[in-house]
């Protein structure tokens, strides 16, 4: 809220003004606040920006892949079907994970088991399931898990 009356301050409307605005009003946030529960705001924000960064690379990351594999004559693709279990535990928490992990070029998720805390994936470059297990909880459940709870 304070970075838009920043911007509606100032009167113009671009990245730079917008950029100062948040950086100045996360500031003033950090300066004023005194419980507890108004500072996870300022482990948050860096969460949240960090993992926005980390799942841009992996979309960019696994596009090349797919369309490497696309465009070559001979195919790579091994496919195979996962059996991931989830640290995630509320719908909210599984509904962007299996969302996430949908919307990443060569996974699909195929179903959640009734006790949610399995997740069935399949993968279309599926070298090493135990490798891809730890690749997936270490980065992105970890990470989305970092900015939920």
Request: no cysteine; proline share 3%.
């Amino acid at each position: 809220m304070l970075t838009l009356i920043w911007v509606m301050l100032t009167g113009e409307l671009v990245v730079v003004n917008f950029a100062f605005g948040f950086i100045l009003s996360y500031v003033i946030l950090w300066i004023v606040g005194e419980e507890d529960d108004s500072k996870r705001y300022f482990t948050r924000v860096p969460a949240i920006i960090s993992f926005i960064f980390f799942f841009i690379y992996e979309m960019l990351k696994a596009n090349l892949h797919v369309a490497y594999d696309v465009i070559t004559p001979r195919f790579f693709m091994k496919p195979g079907i996962v059996k991931y279990p989830l640290d995630a535990r509320t719908n909210l928490e599984i509904t962007f994970f299996t969302n996430l992990i949908s919307l990443t070029p060569g996974t699909l998720i195929l179903d959640v088991s009734d006790d949610k805390k399995v997740v069935y994936i399949h993968v279309m470059y599926l070298e090493d399931k135990d490798a891809f297990i730890q690749q997936i909880k270490g980065g992105l459940e970890k990470r989305l898990l970092d900015i939920l709870r």
